[in-house]
Each structure stands twice: as structure tokens, then as C-alpha cells.
């Protein structure tokens, strides 16, 4: 039995030495610079300076910001009073639009109504299979036809 793993271990001991037999091939590596002021390639100026430029355009803008007064530069432009004031307008109308919705398709559908929020209106009428819907603000008037 130890005969026959020693036969076995035999073809993997000549490739091992086979190989190590072999002439060893090498060349010296050569440090050739990207740069051309160093001596690189010339065609290597462009993207160089089009990385640079790149590097740049960030300086730039914060040269732009460090140059802005404190007033200018106020990341809350937004007046908070402004800000609440369209908050509330865009609560009051979503729950406006969820009443109409529910009177025109809820479960005790109305033939007409109106519905009234400031200057604008909203009314709508059941019209021979689909609902007619009538938002004016006062200003100007846009009907839509909904499916009923």
C-alpha cells in the first residue's frame, strides 16, 4: 500500500521539478512618468490640466461663498411665516378635495354640490354618466369631466 501512494506521489514530484529546472526569464522594471514636465508622454497634458480644472471649479465655488455676505449666503431664505402659511393652504385643501371626492363617489354619492375654501370655488354636477367638475378662483374657470 505504501508502495502504490509513493508511485502516485511521483508525477506530481517531477512537474515540481521540472519546473524548477527551468531558466528563470525577467526584465527590470522601468518608472516612466505621467507628467510631461517630468518627462511623460505629451499627450498626457491635456487630461492633466482637464483634472485640474475640475479640482478647480470646487475652490471656485467656495471662493464664491466665502465672498457672499451673511445675508446672501442664509441657506433659509424662505421666510417660516410664508412656509406655514402654504403648509396650512396645502392641508386645507387636500381635506377639501378628500370631501369632494367622498361626495362624489363615496358611499352616499350626491347629485351636485359646492364646495367653498377662500376665493375658490369648487362645484360639481352629475351629468348624463359622468360628473362635471367647476374650479374657479375667482379669476379664471376650468371645468373637467370625470368619469362617474
Not at 19 to 33: D, F, I, M, N, W
Not at 47 to 70: C, H, M, P, Y
Not at 102 to 117: D, E, L, M, P, R
Amino acid at each position: 500500500m505504501r508502495a502504490l501512494q509513493r508511485v502516485r506521489g511521483l508525477p506530481a514530484m517531477a512537474i515540481v521539478v521540472a519546473a524548477l529546472t527551468q531558466p528563470v526569464v525577467a526584465s527590470e522594471l522601468v518608472y516612466t512618468p505621467v507628467n510631461p514636465s517630468f518627462g511623460g508622454a505629451p499627450a498626457n497634458s491635456i487630461w492633466l490640466n482637464q483634472n485640474a480644472d475640475i479640482g478647480n471649479s470646487f475652490k471656485r465655488k467656495k471662493d464664491r461663498v466665502e465672498k457672499l455676505t451673511a445675508e446672501e449666503f442664509n441657506p433659509f431664505k424662505r421666510d417660516p411665516i410664508a412656509d406655514f402659511s402654504a403648509s396650512l393652504q396645502s392641508r386645507l385643501l387636500s381635506e377639501m378635495s378628500d370631501k369632494i371626492v367622498t361626495a362624489i363617489y363615496g358611499t352616499n354619492k350626491q347629485n351636485s354640490g359646492t364646495f367653498i375654501a377662500g376665493s375658490s370655488t369648487v362645484s360639481f354636477v352629475r351629468s348624463g354618466g359622468s360628473v362635471i367638475l367647476t374650479i374657479s378662483d375667482g379669476i379664471k374657470t376650468t371645468q373637467i369631466a370625470l368619469p362617474e
